[in-house]
């Protein structure tokens, strides 16, 4: 599975250089965090990385223990204010970088506290690779679902006790993440899910017992699955096969729904790198908030 998710961002990528606009923005944070681009994840397209503005929010990295270990995550929320929606932010295979911090800035200037927490950190910092196959190899294919769906466990409490509404919860993800959504609206205290490309079937191992597909007819909230027509590593029958496992379950998961956009490829979302289609993005994104909306997030 895990080596699956390698293939569909790999399919996104394409050889070059970060540019120098991508290297200044890699900071101080970067150790905990992975903010600035994540060098594993060049070229950095810089003439489409959105920039939002931390203006009237309060944003940054902050932390919460799970198990004994301190998990760093990046929150952004309007500033001075509580009762707040929630939305957990799941990371790329790449890490909480300047793509995710920002996402999550996005969802504070509509109105939510979206947190993303860093799931790799007990087993390494992901800044640190330039190589996607040694990242995977080294690094992702090392951490347990188990582990993920306690950390955000974590994160949903830490958002609580912080300024968030407990009663609206949401989660959305992209790619490893994606998949990490679809896995979390069948384990956690969610409403309503948004999972951006993520893979659907697998194998099963020890790390990873369970995907999307096994567990679609018992999901306890509806996901809004955005996928590319043109994605190398997720097929459309694996669509139609989800499509299938929900209509068999929950009602939850029967009002689960799905959007293709033709000729997206993986990572249509990902402003900053050269798989970025700008329509399918926005559209995506307008089709995520509402979703949200409609379903008490």
């Known amino acids: 599975m895990l080596t699956e998710d390698l293939h569909s961002d790999a399919q996104a990528l394409l050889?070059?250089?970060t540019t120098a606009a991508g290297?200044?923005?890699?900071?101080?944070?970067?150790?905990?965090?992975?903010?600035?681009y994540a060098a594993a994840a060049a070229p950095v397209m810089a003439q489409t990385a959105i920039a939002t503005p931390a203006d009237g929010l309060t944003a940054g990295e902050v932390s919460y223990t799970v198990g004994g270990f301190k998990v760093p995550a990046y929150r952004a929320a309007p500033a001075g204010k509580t009762g707040l929606p929630v939305v957990l932010v799941v990371q790329e295979i790449f890490g909480v970088h300047e793509y995710i911090a920002d996402t999550c800035r996005r969802f504070a200037k509509a109105g939510y506290?979206?947190?993303?927490?860093?799931?790799?950190?007990?087993?390494?910092?992901?800044a640190q690779y330039t190589d996607i196959?040694?990242?995977?190899?080294?690094l992702v294919a090392k951490v347990p679902d188990a582990q993920v769906m306690a950390d955000l466990d974590g994160a949903v409490q830490w958002a609580t006790a912080n300024g968030g509404d407990a009663a609206r919860v949401g989660i959305t993800g992209f790619c490893w993440g994606g998949r990490i959504t679809w896995l979390y609206a069948a384990h956690g205290p969610v409403k309503a899910g948004v999972a951006w490309y993520g893979r659907l079937v697998g194998q099963a191992s020890e790390l990873t017992p369970k995907h999307p597909v096994d567990i679609a007819p018992i999901l306890k909230a509806?996901?809004?699955?955005?996928?590319?027509e043109k994605d190398g590593g997720i097929p459309l029958d694996t669509v139609d096969k989800m499509k299938a496992a929900l209509a068999q379950?929950?009602?939850?998961?029967?009002a689960?729904?799905?959007?293709?956009?033709?000729?997206?490829?993986?990572?249509?979302?990902?402003?900053?790198?050269?798989?970025?289609?700008?329509?399918a993005a926005e559209d995506g994104w307008k089709r995520a908030l509402a979703w949200f909306k409609q379903h008490g997030v």
């Open 15 to 17: 050889p070059g250089r």
């Open 222 to 228: 509806p996901v809004l699955g955005l996928y590319g």
């Open 133 to 138: 196959a040694k990242l995977m190899a080294e």
């Open 249 to 254: 379950g929950s009602p939850q998961a029967r």
């Open 256 to 279: 689960s729904q799905f959007v293709v956009y033709p000729d997206a490829p993986h990572a249509f979302h990902a402003d900053y790198r050269p798989s970025y289609r700008k329509d």
């Open 23 to 36: 290297a200044t923005r890699r900071t101080a944070l970067q150790a905990a965090l992975g903010l600035g």
């Open 113 to 126: 506290l979206a947190i993303a927490p860093q799931f790799y950190a007990r087993q390494g910092d992901a």
